[in-house]
């Protein structure tokens, strides 16, 4: 069992900048690949950007793509979202999530929530126009 605890959210200006965090307990994510989701009010809950279980596989949103970076650091046991030129359409909760990943399979990444087994309680962030 992984407990995952989100931080790092708050409110920011359009073009600003946040890190968002997600610590991990009970498990080394070293074994995990993981991800980051939000949900809007009344959306459903979308996905943000993937990071494989060895950290050198990435991706991302659409959406987000060249504004924000995903990464993951094994000895702190943290995976990472920095998020910069914000939008107002930005605003969600943000959760990240991780799933048990074998050796082999190590460069695979998940788009997917299905394919997540934890996930986080989720941060509010919130973009100001």
């Known amino acids: 069992q992984v407990q995952l605890v989100e931080s790092g959210g708050g409110l920011v200006q359009a073009g600003g900048s946040l890190r968002l965090s997600c610590t991990a307990s009970?498990?080394?994510?070293?074994?995990?690949?993981m991800g980051w989701f939000r949900q809007a009010p009344g959306k459903e809950r979308e996905f943000v950007a993937a990071?494989?279980?060895?950290?050198?596989?990435?991706a991302y949103a659409d959406s987000v793509n060249a504004r924000f970076t995903v990464s993951k650091a094994n000895a702190k046991n943290t995976l990472y979202l920095q998020m910069n030129s914000l939008k107002p359409e930005d605003t969600a909760v943000y959760s990240c999530a991780a799933t048990p990943t074998g050796y082999i399979t190590r460069s695979i990444y998940h788009r997917e929530p299905s394919e997540y087994d934890y996930w986080g309680q989720g941060t509010q962030v919130t973009v100001s126009s």
């Open positions: 990071v494989s279980r060895d950290g050198d596989t990435t």
């Open positions: 009970g498990r080394t994510l070293s074994n995990y690949a």
